[in-house]
């Protein structure tokens, strides 16, 4: 069974970038027509696309934060990154990561990390 | 890119139908095959319930139902019980290697 884990500092500072691993097990991250995307979650709000990665590279972002926004994959250690710079308090959220079915739905998910901005 | 619109909450009886509903755009709902909704118990990870606009995956029970009429998409929950008592995100492809989520709602079982 696909298991994912969200790693990362639970506290941030304004205008640091953020960096979150997700640690894949139970299955290859190159497997599949998977890409592999990290989601978040505002305090009292919904989900939010963040962005997605596919094992080869090619990387999708949400056009809001595609400024901000850099995923990388590491395949050697079945892993893939986020990263998001110039961090303010409207990024705080709990942030997923989940595997992407070729951009249609998301149907492995970790349990999610909490990431809070401030000084 | 707008997030999809749901009502904010539902609620139903034990044993009764609740249906909700996620209101996009001719440039993700309406177009595209590919609305999803997910099934979220706040401090544990979301879970995939409805696929494709209305294909379920292996285990979810058949009580979930997924449908689409133009640019609005609509989750039924029939035969409530307590344990679906969560909040209910859809999602869609929107062109252009994006997806959007819908606002959520929570459903309350009375």
């Known amino acids: 069974q696909l298991q994912l884990q969200e790693s990362g500092p639970g506290l941030v500072k304004p205008s640091e970038t953020l960096s979150l691993n997700c640690t894949v097990s139970g299955g290859s991250i190159t497997s599949g027509a998977n890409y592999w995307g990290w989601i978040r979650q505002s305090p009292g709000k919904g989900l939010e696309w963040i962005g997605s990665?596919?094992?080869?590279?090619?990387?999708y972002s949400h056009p809001s934060l595609s400024s901000r926004v850099a995923i990388s994959i590491d395949t050697s250690n079945n892993q893939f990154s986020l990263r998001l710079s110039s961090m303010t308090a409207a990024d705080t959220a709990i942030y997923f990561c989940?595997?992407?079915?070729?951009?249609?739905?998301?149907?492995?998910w970790g349990q999610g990390t909490l990431v809070t901005v401030s000084s | 890119q707008s997030a999809l619109t749901q009502p904010r909450s539902v609620s139903g009886s034990p044993g009764q139908s609740v249906t909700i509903s996620c209101t996009g755009t001719s440039n993700d709902i309406g177009t595209y095959d590919y609305v999803s909704w997910y099934q979220h118990h706040p401090g544990k990870a979301p879970k995939l319930i409805i696929y494709?606009?209305?294909k379920r995956p292996s285990g979810v029970p058949d009580r979930f139902s997924g449908s689409r009429s133009g640019n609005t998409a609509s989750l039924t929950i029939s035969g409530l019980q307590a344990e679906h008592e969560a909040d209910y995100y859809c999602c869609s492809y929107a062109g252009s290697y994006t997806l959007v989520f819908g606002g959520g709602t929570k459903l309350t079982v009375l």
């Open positions: 494709d606009v209305n």
């Open positions: 989940a595997r992407d079915h070729w951009q249609q739905h998301f149907d492995s």
């Open positions: 990665i596919y094992y080869g590279g090619s990387t």
